[in-house]
């Protein structure tokens, strides 16, 4: 079974301050990890996914296969990052994938 | 068109009516999905078409019945639903195959069952 865990729920920082969203992951193969944002009244989309290795509205991820994550970082967090982001996961080749349960971040001005 | 559209944005339902969501796209994909999505919590899974035909049914009741009638469209039909299935209804779609193609997704359905 495959599962996506996100430990925080809210994570608030100020603005010019470093950003990490944590996420970690449980599959037993190789899975495919991405990253959805959902900002306030507009509907979810890819922000970004770990085989491209881009980076996107200055956001990057690495996936570390020996701590199973695929944590979310940006050297300088902007008011307009304040959303909710979600890890996912996808394996086998499915189009299944599973999300974590989102973690919302904040950005205090 | 880069875009999946959802009708309607809201419905309200009682519990002995039958209702239908529509999703449509026109990005040329033949993976389609829906999901459900509850306050505060992630989406959850629902039913995955590809090619038009049902490849994955997440053990959803059979009160939630999918169709995928072209490559365009995707319905969903409600049929004597309870209260505990209001939630936000998201439709998707994406390429078939690996999963790093990405899924676009519709704006919702809120649909609330009185």
């Known amino acids: 079974a495959q599962r996506v865990t996100q430990p925080e729920k809210l994570l608030s920082v100020f603005k010019g301050a470093p950003v990490e969203l944590k996420c970690n992951y449980s599959y037993s193969g190789s899975p495919e990890l991405f990253w959805y944002v959902q900002y306030s009244r507009q509907r979810l989309q890819l922000l970004l996914r770990h085989i491209s290795r881009e980076s996107i509205k200055g956001f990057t991820a690495d996936l570390n296969k020996g701590e199973t994550s695929f944590h979310l970082k940006k050297p300088f967090a902007q008011e307009e990052d304040s959303a909710m982001y979600y890890c996912?996961?996808?394996?086998?080749?499915?189009?299944?994938?599973?999300f974590g349960t989102g973690t919302k971040l904040q950005v205090i001005p | 068109d880069t875009e999946v559209t959802q009708t309607p944005k809201h419905l309200v339902m009682g519990m002995t009516n039958k209702k239908s969501l529509k999703c449509e796209q026109h990005?040329?994909?033949?993976?389609m999905y829906w999901y459900k999505q509850k306050a505060k919590k992630p989406p959850e899974l629902m039913f995955v078409y590809s090619y038009e035909k049902l490849s994955i049914n997440e053990s959803v009741p059979s009160r939630f019945s999918p169709e995928c009638p072209n490559s365009s469209l995707l319905n969903l039909h409600l049929h004597a639903l309870q209260p505990e299935d209001s939630a936000l209804y998201l439709c998707?779609?994406?390429?078939?195959?690996?999963?790093?193609?990405?899924?676009?997704f519709g704006p919702g359905t809120r649909l609330t069952v009185t």
């Open positions: 996912a996961l996808s394996a086998g080749g499915y189009q299944k994938v599973t």
């Open positions: 990005m040329g994909h033949r993976a």
């Open positions: 998707a779609s994406s390429q078939p195959g690996q999963g790093t193609y990405e899924q676009y």
